[in-house]
């Protein structure tokens, strides 16, 4: 599966964007699917994810309760909604494809990865 994350951008504190995670290649309804973000300087780290069917999503304690993530299989996407963006939420945003069975924070358990999205938060 290959993915492309598009929708980043410059906003100001307290605003909102939508990211989506486009796929193609076969199977996508079958991925578990995470968004990671990385800021100068700093590991990638976590932020949300989802499992195949859309059913279960799991997100890091740094944008839960500001970020939803969803998906559509028929569209082969996956969004990550932010709202009440903060500065430190700046950082380059990626999304990842994984066969684990469950939404997890594990970046080895993903093996696909698409080019990421700059999400630029100006305070």
């Known amino acids: 599966v290959q993915l492309q994350a598009y929708g980043g951008g410059l906003v100001q504190a307290g605003g909102s964007l939508r990211l989506s995670c486009a796929a193609s290649?076969?199977?996508?309804?079958?991925?578990?699917i995470g968004w990671f973000r990385q800021a100068p300087g700093k590991e990638r780290e976590f932020a949300a994810a989802i499992d195949w069917s859309g059913g279960r999503t799991y997100y890091a304690d740094s944008v839960k309760g500001r970020v939803t993530i969803s998906r559509d299989n028929a569209k082969n996407t996956v969004y990550l909604q932010m709202n009440s963006l903060k500065p430190e939420d700046t950082a380059v945003y990626y999304c990842?494809?994984?066969?684990?069975?469950?939404?997890?924070?594990?970046?080895?358990?993903?093996?696909?990865w698409g080019q990421g999205t700059q999400v630029t938060v100006s305070s």
């Open positions: 290649g076969r199977s996508f309804s079958t991925y578990t």
């Open positions: 990842a494809a994984g066969n684990y069975p469950t939404p997890v924070d594990e970046r080895d358990e993903y093996g696909y």
